[in-house]
């Protein structure tokens, strides 16, 4: 009787380890079109708790390394696994990352004696699906380093000690590079024009070359910017987080003040839309604190020193 249950005891542990995705995974992703060669090697570590997943998602896109927190939930009667709003580079884009498309992580597990993996689709989300196409993933479970200790030190300090590739600080440093360069929306840019530009700052810089990025100022609550350079659009949609929105601006000559300017979205959960924006000129950092609203939207006037 006793070798009995304990021979059922151990078919319950391994049918319950089976239906796990518990651990790191490792694949690649690509693009569904006939025509695109475009690809994505991925890499993901999941920790289910009570009720949800946590996860780290890291991919690797033509030349550059993105890594990711996101959530999520596994139904481990039907074995599905759901993670949401990733933010996906946009298959066409160049390496920099210029567009995102924030899209849904479909997949179910399948185990067998020989190995997991988990099959699905990043979707994307209802206003992306015109211009971002669906990306199939397959990946293979790594059951050599998916050890509890290993997994727990990946969530808790954002970055694996089992990475398959290893990102400089410029890879990691920021969530999305936009080049400078006029992009097309009509919508915000009718938007725009209709709401008041309020002077934030005004500050000198030492170099007609900035780097300069957006984070969320103070709790990540949802707020999403666009930004405009000299009254030109220059990106949209920008979710603002921990991780910044990195632009490398070149100043126009031909103008004696340049201005930068953040237009809101929305207000996120909690009103209004506030960003801290670090400018750097090789020599000196400033700190701008923004704020802007519906109806305002937050300038920095920057000057060159002579």
């Known amino acids: 009787m006793k070798k009995t249950l304990l021979f059922l005891s151990l078919l319950i542990t391994l049918h319950s380890q089976s239906q796990s995705v518990f651990g790191y995974w490792y694949g690649n992703a690509n693009v569904k079109t006939n025509s695109s060669a475009n690809n994505y090697l991925v890499e993901l570590v999941l920790l289910p ?85 669906n990306i199939n993933f397959n990946l293979k479970l790594n059951a050599g380093i998916s050890k509890k200790d290993s997994v727990l030190q990946a969530i808790r300090e954002y970055k694996e000690s089992y990475q398959v590739w290893k990102p400089s600080n410029t890879d990691t440093l920021v969530a999305v590079n936009i080049n400078q360069r006029k992009v097309v929306n009509y919508v915000i840019e009718n938007e725009f024009k209709e709401r008041e530009n309020v002077v934030t700052d005004e500050i000198e810089v030492a170099s007609d070359s900035l780097k300069i990025d957006f984070y969320d100022n103070g709790e990540v609550d949802g707020d999403s910017i ?58 000196k950092k400033f700190n701008v604190r923004l704020s802007s609203s519906l109806t305002k939207n937050a300038t920095v006037k920057i000057k060159r020193k002579k």
């Open 226 to 283: 666009s930004v405009f350079f000299n009254t030109k659009l220059i990106a949209f949609h920008q979710k603002l987080s921990t991780r910044s929105v990195h632009f490398n601006i070149v100043l126009e000559p031909q103008q004696e003040i340049n201005e930068l300017t953040m237009f809101a979205d929305n207000l996120g959960a909690i009103p209004p839309n506030t960003a801290l924006m670090i400018i750097d000129d090789g020599k």
């Open 49 to 133: 708790e009570k009720g949800y997943v946590k996860a780290v998602l890291n991919y690797y896109f033509k030349s550059s390394y993105r890594s990711i927190q996101v959530k999520g939930n596994y139904d481990a009667a039907t074995r599905q696994l759901s993670l949401y709003n990733i933010p996906i580079p946009y298959y066409g884009s160049g390496a920099a990352f210029e567009v995102d498309c924030i899209m849904n992580m479909r997949g179910t597990l399948r185990a067998a004696k020989a190995g997991s993996n988990l099959v699905g689709e990043f979707i994307s989300l209802p206003q992306y699906k015109y211009t971002c196409t």
